[in-house]
């Protein structure tokens, strides 16, 4: 088994066809065609259908593409870091963020990444933990920061570290009709919008109304834009559940309801691959993410000792 071999097999499936995959590759189709065969020699395993209507994988190709793309993803990550030691390539860092990490934690540290970190260049990948698993375990992205997930505890596969809890309110537009309510049971027959979801399974709604032994929710409105989330909760009678950083900047528009029941903090976290270290710019990157994390932190507790509502 061979990394060209290896590296035919990913492009066909990315591509979706051998003219595809040959084009990407700078190969004529009958020597893509080669790498694959040599592969499922190799292997003693049929890696490819190859029908009329084009070719998918076997399920034996299914199982293979994933170890494929985590051992070329890692060579790739070792020579870039192998080259930096040597001064020849500016330093990369891919990360993935749901959008509360991104705006909250990487873009106010990216200044000072760049004093420590000469020339580099950051790629963020926006999305919750369950979009961005797969990209983490085959080694795309060094880490993750996102909500950790209902019941995340480290496993074989991930190292779950939390950085900031921030408290989730039940918002609505200025001067909405249930302005006043402080009960969930007075929201049940409301009309909700939901973001991106924070599992596979629910949104962080749907999640809620069960902790609380309630009807499912009626969710009129999914959207995985923040900007739209904030857009259409101002200007209907969508109810939403959000973190203050992602409304407080709007007070003509969003207002949170004095909802008394217990809602479970959103708890942010860095995502690692267990066992597998970071490369020396994304330790450097982490250090800054936990420092601002505490910084943070201490201002909320600040606000809290002074009474200020709607702080982490």
Same mark, same amino acid.
Request: one cysteine or more; aromatic letters at 4%; a positive charge.
């Given at each position: ?9 990913? &492009?066909?499936?990315? *591509? ?10 700078? $190969? @004529?189709?009958?020597? $893509?065609? &080669?790498?694959?065969?040599e #592969?499922? +020699? ?6 490819? =259908?190859?029908?009329?209507r084009?070719?998918?994988l076997?399920?034996a190709?299914?199982?293979? $593409?994933v ?14 870091e192998?080259?930096?030691? =040597? ?26 990444? +760049? ?16 979009d #961005?698993?797969?990209? #983490?375990?085959?080694?795309?992205? *060094? ?21 900031? &809890?921030? /408290? #989730?309110r ?10 006043? !309510? ?5 929201l @049940?027959?409301?009309a ?6 924070t ?9 809620l109304?069960?902790e ?10 999914? !959207?995985?834009?923040i900007? !739209? ?7 209907? =009678? ?5 973190? /203050?950083?992602?409304?407080?900047? $709007? ?31 994304? +330790? ?5 993410i ?18 200020? /509502?709607?702080?982490?």
């Open positions: 088994m061979k990394i060209h071999q290896l590296n035919a097999l990913i &492009a066909l499936v990315d *591509e979706g066809s051998i003219r595809g995959a040959a084009r990407v590759l700078g $190969l @004529t189709q009958p020597a $893509l065609g &080669a790498r694959i065969a #592969l499922e +020699q190799d292997l003693g395993a049929t890696l490819v =259908n190859r029908t009329a084009g070719t998918t076997t399920a190709g299914r199982a293979l $593409l170890h494929a793309r985590t051992i070329t993803n890692h060579i790739r990550r070792a020579e870039a192998m080259a930096q030691i =040597n001064s020849r390539a500016v330093a990369s860092i891919a990360i993935g963020a749901s959008p509360l990490a991104a705006t909250e934690l990487v873009g106010p540290i990216f200044t000072s990444l +760049q004093s420590n970190v000469i020339g580099v260049h950051l790629s963020v990948t926006e999305g919750q933990f369950h #961005l698993a797969s990209y #983490l375990r085959e080694g795309g992205l *060094e880490f993750i920061l996102a909500q950790i997930p209902p019941g995340g505890k480290d496993t074989r596969a991930f190292h779950f570290e939390e950085l900031i &809890a921030y /408290p #989730l039940v918002v609505g537009r200025k001067n909405h009709p249930l302005a006043d !309510c402080r009960h969930l049971t007075d @049940t027959g409301s909700w919008i939901v973001g991106a979801a599992s596979k399974n629910r949104s962080t709604v749907e999640e109304f069960l609380h032994s309630l009807p499912p929710p009626r969710i009129d409105m999914h !959207c995985d834009a900007t !739209c989330v904030q857009a259409s909760i101002a200007e209907s =009678n969508l109810l939403g559940l959000l973190v /203050p950083p992602l409304y407080e900047h $709007l007070p003509d528009r969003i207002a949170a309801l004095p909802i008394e029941d217990r809602i479970r903090p959103l708890r942010l976290g860095l995502i690692t691959l267990a066992g597998v270290p970071l490369s020396p710019e994304a +330790q450097i990157l982490t250090e800054l936990r420092e601002r994390s505490r910084k943070l932190a201490n201002v909320s507790a600040a606000k809290r000792r002074r009474g200020t /509502p709607g702080t982490p």
